[in-house]
Structures are given as C-alpha cells and as structure tokens.
C-alpha cells in the first residue's frame, strides 16, 4: 500500500505563489510516477503535472511556464510549486502516484486532495 498526504493548499491573490508537498509513505520503492491532477465543482478531475521515473516532468499546457514539479528523494515528497497563480486554478489538487508494473496492487494511488483559492 501507499498512503499520499497533501498539504500546502491555501488562499492567495491572484500573481502570488504556493507550494504544494505530497509526502508519501508505505511501498515507496514501488513508485514510478508522480502526478498532480486538480478539480472543482461539476469538472471532471484535470491533469496537471506528472514526474516520470527518469526524472522528465510533463505539464498541462494551462500551468506550463508557472508550475514545477520536483521531487525530495530523501523526504519521499514532491512538491508542485506554483507561481503566477491565476483565479482560474482555483481548484481541490490531488496527488497521484503510479505504480511499477510489477507491483500486486492497485495501479495507482490518491491523496484527499488540498484546496488552493486564488483571488482576483
């Protein structure tokens, strides 16, 4: 099992920054890929970001240029740091993981999301 905890979210201006962390713990060794994917009310949950075992980020056109993705090796965290944030990415962040394909369980696992309110 894997157990993912967010934290970081928060109310900010609109142009001002936050830092998102998704700390992970149980079969870490068993992780291939990091993602963050958010949603608010009656959307579907979007993609963000994702860390790819070889250490390439990948991010959804709308948060390119403003998002990174890197990822505290000895902390077992990731951390999505967020600057020129934008009233449109208002929104629940959840943390995802994806797991080895030889791993027995689930494919990937979710955190319980942290809400990020940005102000125009």
């Known amino acids: 099992q894997v157990q993912l905890v967010e934290s970081g979210g928060g109310l900010v201006q609109a142009g001002g920054s936050l830092r998102l962390s998704c700390a992970a713990s149980g079969s870490v060794a068993s992780i291939d890929t990091w993602r963050w994917f958010r949603q608010g009310p009656r959307k579907q949950r979007a993609f963000v970001a994702i860390l790819l075992n070889n250490g390439n980020t990948v991010y959804a056109d709308s948060v390119q240029g403003r998002f990174t993705l890197s990822r505290d090796n000895a902390k077992n965290t990731v951390n999505l740091q967020m600057n020129e944030l934008k009233p449109e990415d208002t929104d629940v962040y959840y943390c995802?993981?994806?797991?080895?394909?030889?791993?027995?369980?689930?494919?990937?696992?979710w955190g319980q999301g942290t809400r990020v309110n940005v102000s125009s």
């Open positions: 995802n993981t994806g797991m080895v394909p030889s791993w027995p369980g689930p494919t990937n696992y």
